[in-house]
Nanobody, 117 residues
Framework: VLLAESGGGLVQPGGSLRLSCEVS????????MGWYRQAPGKQREWVAV???????NYDGSVEGRFTISRARAENTVYLQMNSLKLEDTAVYYC????????????WGQGTQVTVSS
């Protein structure tokens, strides 16, 4: 397993979750890493990116609410999600940015985030 996402769950609107993605292999530090999500019936979309230098960027729909970070010693990427909205419901995945640089067309199993009252 190259990418192992975890931390999803059921949360009420306005709540918070912290997602984790453990990256296998020694090349973690070589790539920009990102979080993506796929809502039911929709295509997978990019959510956030963190570069090798630590710079971050977000899709407008999550900016100000989500924070991406990486822990090099742990080969882990995190996504802190605050002020969650119903429309944040999706399966969340991590991958390189652009996706597939570790293994072409490879995605982990993802972690389900459900925002519901």
């Amino acid at each position: 397993v190259l990418l192992a996402e975890s931390g999803g769950g059921l949360v009420q609107p306005g709540g918070s979750l912290r997602l984790s993605c453990e990256v296998s292999g020694s090349m973690f530090s070589d790539y920009a890493m990102g979080w993506y999500r796929q809502a039911p019936g929709k295509q997978r979309e990019w959510v956030a990116v963190i570069t090798t230098g630590g710079s971050t960027n977000y899709d407008g729909s999550v900016e100000g609410r989500f924070t991406i970070s990486r822990a090099r010693a742990e080969n882990t990427v995190y996504l802190q999600m605050n002020s969650l909205k119903l429309e944040d419901t999706a399966v969340y995945y991590c991958n390189t940015v652009p996706a597939g640089l570790l293994v072409e067309n490879y995605w982990g199993q993802g972690t389900q985030v459900t925002v519901s009252s």
